[in-house]
């Protein structure tokens, strides 16, 4: 970061630290979504999933993309978040399937089932959160450009209010 003034510096330093919890969050939230995967076995419940996790990664991986090429790391941080992202899930199935196998577990037990609704839970709380907070806050509230254009900051609440309404009746078929 050398050549940058105090606050260029200081804002790539923001950038940068909410790449990493968004990458933590987001590596969490694949991991119990992996882990909740792999432990069912009933294909009413895997199909939801394996669509959400088609969707989610597809639009997770973009956000992180983005809030790490804002950032400036190097080539290597970059390589390795972007691994990182790659493998939690895969990593999730594994353990939920390993999970599964060693004791035995009944996916259509009550304990099961509020098991799995509360990873559920969990992973979209973390989901929320990271979009609230480390996106969308970051992206309307701390943004010049968004600031100074009262037009781009209109068509940004219109297009956020799209997006979500279209995930919203996406997940009426997942």
């Not at 992202?85 to 035995?104: C, N, Q």
């Amino acid at each position: 970061m050398e050549g940058l003034d105090e606050e260029e510096r200081l804002a790539k330093l923001k950038q940068r630290m909410v790449s990493q919890v968004l990458e933590i969050g987001i590596i969490f939230h694949s991991v119990i979504i992996g882990l909740t995967m792999g432990m069912s076995q009933n294909q009413c419940t895997i199909r939801p999933l394996v669509a959400a996790l088609a969707f989610h990664q597809i639009f997770e991986g973009m956000g992180l993309g983005g809030c790490i090429a804002q950032a400036g790391f190097g080539v290597a941080t970059v390589g390795y978040m972007c691994l990182m992202f790659s493998v939690t899930t895969p990593i999730g199935i594994l353990l939920g399937m390993l999970v599964f196998h060693m004791t035995g577990y009944d996916d259509s037990s009550p304990n099961a089932l509020i098991l799995e609704g509360l990873l559920g839970s969990l992973s979209s709380g973390i989901l929320v959160y990271m979009a609230l907070v480390d996106l969308i806050a970051v992206d309307f509230f701390h943004n010049k450009a968004m600031s100074s254009s009262p037009r781009l900051k209109k068509l940004s609440y219109i297009t956020l209010v799209l997006g979500s309404a279209s995930m919203s009746i996406l997940a009426l078929w997942a």
